[in-house]
């Protein structure tokens, strides 16, 4: 059974640049897309892009000029580097896998369990 | 972008009770939308996908259909697990993949 796991920094401080890293285990990581989703405290839940396994990205395009994702097959992780980060960026991250048919996307199954980051001084 | 629009925002029901939730979209996403639930504290969980395929594990008492713009999920006998928020998501178009507000089912 996939499994996916979020880490990285719980605190950011404004301007600096967000990481977080993806750790897939249980299954196969070729041959899928890989992706970042968020949610504020208290809100919705906002996609952020993916990755295939094979390197190509896509980002929400409200995002794109702050996002890069970028993948590591040997370690079967991937990661989201989000930069010049606000307070309007303090969300749990969530990672997931689409399962995607014919490279079209069908919904995010399994999720990671999140990660709660903070933007403060 | 594609605008999914939840409805109602808080949906109050009694337990045995059946709930139906709305999700509209902004422009026709064919059948390409996906619904979740999530408890708090926890990450969504996968319920049904191309609209009305239920994903695997999930009970026969949700179920999804719709087509175009307007989608519905029914829970047919609500049980106390199925208090919690429900968000649905068009796969229509990865650019982007939009959610919709969320739906809280609630014990009435």
């Known amino acids: 059974q996939v499994q996916l796991q979020e880490s990285g920094p719980g605190l950011v401080k404004p301007s600096e640049t967000l990481s977080l890293t993806c750790t897939v285990s249980g299954g196969s990581f070729s041959g899928y897309f890989w992706s970042w989703i968020r949610q504020p405290p208290g809100k919705g839940l906002e996609y952020i892009g993916y990755i295939y396994y094979s390197g190509s990205t896509n980002y929400n395009p409200s995002l794109k000029s702050r996002v890069t994702i970028s993948v590591d097959t040997s370690k079967n992780q991937f990661s989201l580097k989000l930069s010049s980060v606000t307070a309007a960026d303090t969300a749990v991250y969530y990672c997931a896998r689409d399962l995607s048919i014919a490279a079209r996307p069908v919904g995010f199954d399994p999720w990671g369990q999140g990660t709660l980051v903070t933007v403060s001084s | 972008e594609i605008v999914m629009t939840q409805s109602p925002a808080t949906l109050s029901v009694s337990p045995g009770e059946r709930a139906t939730l709305s999700c509209r979209a902004s422009q026709s996403v064919s059948s390409n939308l996906v619904w979740y639930q999530q408890k708090p504290g926890q990450a969504p969980r996968l319920l049904i996908y191309?609209?009305?395929t239920r994903a695997t594990g999930i009970p026969a008492r949700f179920s999804g259909s719709g087509s175009g713009t307007e989608f519905t999920l029914t829970i047919s006998s609500l049980q106390s697990e199925d208090f919690a928020v429900y968000y649905c998501?068009?796969?229509?178009?990865?650019?982007?993949?939009?959610f919709g507000g969320g739906t809280k089912v609630e014990i009435k």
């Open positions: 998501q068009q796969s229509n178009n990865w650019l982007p993949l939009t």
């Open positions: 191309g609209a009305s």
